[in-house]
């Protein structure tokens, strides 16, 4: 009975430690990467534009940016209050730990600045800016030169129901066959 009570523990313990590494971000091809935890989509390259630019000129390039055939690209996110639960890039870089030395399933991740969408809310001249490096973020005026990553609401292909893992079905029949095959053994 002890060695039943065992491997049920086992197996749940092995189901527990599958379910909960399930990457929150889903490369879904073409170069987008869908970070299902705050349903956006990032682009894979986080230097898809080649170069600095000011931040009027990153909030245009993201605002005219057409890639696969999606015209809603925009800069990300960036909280400048302490409540706030929507930081995206703070997110990637945080939850995500994505960041230049660890990229990921991304590429071209700078280890510098990055413009956010977020305008500073008492100058007119600043917004607010992350280091994909340190992890830090600030203002700067928008006048100086910066990297641009493009990010649009939800997901790039139409959801499906969900289908049963193979790992679970196998542990399953697994644990079917051991308690089978335990009490056959047992029974003799």
């Given at each position: 009975?002890?060695?039943?009570i065992y491997m049920i523990i086992i197996?749940?313990?092995?189901?527990?430690?599958?379910?909960?590494?399930?990457?929150?971000?889903?490369?879904?091809?073409?170069?987008?990467?869908?970070?299902?935890?705050?349903?956006?989509?990032?682009?894979?390259?986080?230097?898809?534009?080649?170069?600095?630019?000011?931040?009027?000129?990153?909030?245009?390039?993201?605002?005219?940016?057409?890639?696969?055939?999606?015209?809603?690209?925009?800069?990300?996110?960036?909280?400048?209050?302490?409540?706030?639960?929507?930081?995206?890039?703070?997110?990637?870089?945080?939850?995500?730990?994505?960041?230049?030395?660890?990229?990921?399933?991304?590429?071209?991740?700078?280890?510098?600045?990055?413009w956010s969408g977020t305008a500073e809310?008492?100058?007119?001249?600043?917004?607010?800016?992350?280091?994909?490096?340190?992890?830090?973020?600030?203002?700067?005026?928008?006048?100086?030169?910066?990297?641009?990553?493009?990010?649009?609401n939800g997901d790039t292909i139409t959801?499906?129901?969900?289908?049963?893992?193979?790992?679970?079905?196998?542990?399953?029949?697994?644990?079917?066959?051991?308690?089978?095959?335990?009490?056959?053994?047992?029974?003799?």
């Amino acid at each position: 009975m002890k060695q039943l009570i065992y491997m049920i523990i086992i197996s749940l313990t092995i189901l527990a430690a599958h379910n909960s590494s399930l990457a929150a971000l889903l490369d879904r091809g073409n170069g987008m990467i869908y970070d299902e935890e705050i349903n956006i989509t990032w682009l894979q390259n986080a230097n898809l534009a080649d170069r600095t630019m000011t931040w009027h000129e990153a909030v245009n390039w993201a605002d005219t940016l057409v890639y696969n055939d999606y015209d809603d690209w925009r800069l990300p996110a960036l909280c400048t209050a302490d409540t706030c639960n929507n930081d995206e890039m703070l997110h990637m870089f945080s939850i995500n730990e994505i960041h230049s030395a660890a990229t990921g399933p991304f590429i071209n991740i700078k280890p510098w600045l990055y413009w956010s969408g977020t305008a500073e809310d008492t100058n007119p001249d600043a917004a607010w800016r992350f280091n994909f490096k340190s992890g830090t973020s600030g203002t700067s005026s928008t006048e100086l030169s910066r990297y641009a990553w493009a990010v649009r609401n939800g997901d790039t292909i139409t959801p499906v129901a969900p289908e049963p893992l193979s790992t679970t079905l196998f542990l399953t029949g697994s644990l079917v066959m051991g308690t089978i095959g335990y009490r056959r053994h047992r029974v003799k």
